[in-house]
């Protein structure tokens, strides 16, 4: 599969499931923007691919990302394929939780998704070839103790790339989400530290904690979620539309 003529946007490419997918798409011939909050980070995934570029910009600010994929364009051309992977995890009972804690996790989780995709629907419906694609969660098609902000805003993210993809259906443009149980990458050693912190529990057991419901046992990798992600781009995906591919080891 070759994406040599493609102009690919990586939100949240500075890292995890955003810096594997650059790096995927860009060794199959794409031309790779990555967006995220910190240079350092775009600087050394960039450091790894010429195909790749970074732009510093927050997804929760629309000005900021409009203003860096303006720049893109003029550097790379329309934008063919959107992925929307940055993303914001924190946990706490559902008693505890503020509007501040919602919030939060609704203006990157669900904004951040809807600002992406609005930005480059314009040039991707009018092309005749558009993918946008959304990484969300398994939190995203069930539920969780402790994470109820969190699923809510990943429920959300499906809904509205389930709505999109009817709109979408028309054009040559596919809306889809991949959703993974927990990804091997900083976010969830974040989780780790948390579930060490408040309840005493060594890291090992932590990790049990978080694998226990994924039936192989295992954290999914950053590398699995960016293959699929690299699969929807493909023609091969062409009549994938709609959906949101669960990557869990058969939990649900």
């Not at 996790?105 to 629907?121: D, K, T």
């Amino acid at each position: 599969m070759s994406l040599s003529t493609r102009h690919a946007v990586v939100t949240g490419g500075g890292s995890g499931v955003g810096q594997a997918t650059a790096l995927t798409l860009a060794n199959q011939g794409a031309t790779v923007t990555i967006v995220g909050r910190r240079a350092e980070a775009l600087d050394q995934v960039a450091e790894q691919h010429r195909a790749i570029t970074g732009h510093v910009a927050d997804v929760t600010d629309r000005p900021s990302l409009e203003r860096a994929l303006h720049t893109a364009r003029a550097d790379a051309g329309p934008i063919d394929i959107m992925v929307a992977s940055a993303g914001i995890s924190t946990s706490k009972p559902f008693h505890r939780l503020t509007t501040d804690d919602v919030n939060s996790l609704m203006s990157v989780n669900l904004l951040g998704v809807f600002n992406a995709f609005q930005i480059a629907y314009d040039d991707v419906r009018k092309r005749d070839y558009g993918r946008l694609i959304a990484v969300a969660s398994t939190a995203g098609l069930t539920g969780y103790a402790y994470v109820s902000h969190y699923c809510a805003s990943k429920h959300a993210v499906v809904g509205m790339v389930r709505a999109l993809a009817q709109e979408a259906a028309s054009t040559s443009t596919t809306v889809n989400t991949v959703c993974p149980s927990y990804v091997d990458t900083p976010m969830t050693s974040r989780t780790i530290d948390n579930i060490v912190a408040q309840t005493g529990m060594d890291r090992h057991d932590a990790l049990g904690a978080l694998t226990a419901s994924n039936p192989q046992g295992r954290l999914i990798t950053p590398d699995e979620v960016a293959a699929s992600i690299a699969w929807l781009c493909s023609d091969a995906a062409a009549s994938v539309n709609g959906q949101a591919i669960a990557l869990d080891g058969g939990e649900l």
